[in-house]
């Protein structure tokens, strides 16, 4: 039986990451309406965190990585069991540090941002591989394990398509990200996702 506390604690969670991804992705788009210079085809989004827009984009970006931290804290007790999904929640932390951290240092910070903006793409496509492997174990997840890897695999094509610009893929893994976050964590606001047995 799962106590009351642990419940809590797991709609928090969920709640996190539903509304992580939505408060970053809104903020980009305003941004990007308060950016009349912003092409898709040869911006890079982290162009915003550097322009008339940067504390809009650079705030979203920094609430939205401490919102998906708080939704890996809830995957861990869920996951808790599993080696293999333990690590991949470990991953999702990192990759949630360092999106916070692209908006700590834009642009402006020269290679750091670069680096941490690379950690974030590559971290968010393993965790999604290993979260979804993980849940993939269990009858009643199967179909969310097999949406976890998918979304990972969207988000490492994206870049294999060229552009002038990196925004496009940027924008595409950041997407497939937030989809698979929000359906994760709409089943765990449903109480479908409560314990290590998942």
């Given at each position: 039986?799962?106590s009351?506390?642990?419940?809590?604690?797991?709609?928090?969670?969920?709640l996190?990451?539903?509304?992580?991804?939505?408060?970053s992705?809104?903020?980009?788009?305003?941004?990007?309406t308060?950016?009349?210079?912003?092409?898709?085809?040869?911006?890079?989004?982290?162009?915003l965190?550097?322009?008339?827009?940067?504390?809009?984009?650079n705030?979203?970006?920094?609430?939205?990585?401490?919102?998906?931290t708080?939704?890996?804290?809830?995957?861990?007790?869920?996951?808790?069991?599993?080696?293999?999904?333990?690590?991949?929640?470990?991953?999702?932390?990192?990759?949630?540090?360092?999106l916070?951290?692209i908006?700590?240092?834009?642009?402006?910070?020269?290679?750091?941002?670069?680096?941490?903006?690379?950690?974030?793409?590559?971290?968010?496509v393993?965790?999604?591989?290993?979260?979804?492997?993980?849940?993939?174990?269990?009858?009643p997840?199967r179909?969310?394990?097999?949406?976890?890897?998918?979304?990972?695999?969207?988000?490492?094509?994206?870049?294999?398509?060229?552009?002038?610009?990196?925004?496009?893929?940027?924008?595409?893994?950041?997407?497939?990200?937030?989809?698979?976050?929000?359906?994760?964590?709409?089943?765990?606001?449903?109480?479908?996702?409560k314990?290590s047995?998942?």
């Amino acid at each position: 039986m799962v106590s009351p506390k642990r419940t809590v604690l797991l709609k928090i969670a969920g709640l996190c990451g539903v509304i992580g991804p939505i408060i970053s992705l809104s903020f980009i788009a305003l941004a990007i309406t308060y950016s009349p210079w912003f092409d898709w085809f040869k911006n890079a989004l982290s162009d915003l965190g550097v322009g008339e827009a940067a504390l809009i984009f650079n705030s979203g970006l920094i609430i939205g990585g401490v919102l998906t931290t708080i939704l890996a804290i809830g995957l861990m007790r869920i996951l808790k069991k599993h080696v293999l999904g333990l690590v991949g929640v470990f991953i999702l932390v990192l990759s949630s540090i360092s999106l916070c951290a692209i908006g700590v240092f834009p642009e402006s910070a020269g290679r750091t941002h670069f680096y941490v903006s690379f950690a974030f793409f590559s971290l968010l496509v393993i965790s999604l591989f290993l979260i979804g492997a993980t849940l993939t174990q269990k009858a009643p997840q199967r179909y969310l394990g097999v949406f976890s890897i998918l979304a990972g695999v969207v988000a490492a094509t994206a870049w294999a398509v060229p552009h002038e610009g990196v925004a496009i893929p940027k924008i595409i893994a950041s997407l497939a990200g937030s989809a698979w976050s929000i359906v994760l964590c709409i089943r765990i606001l449903q109480g479908r996702i409560k314990h290590s047995g998942y």
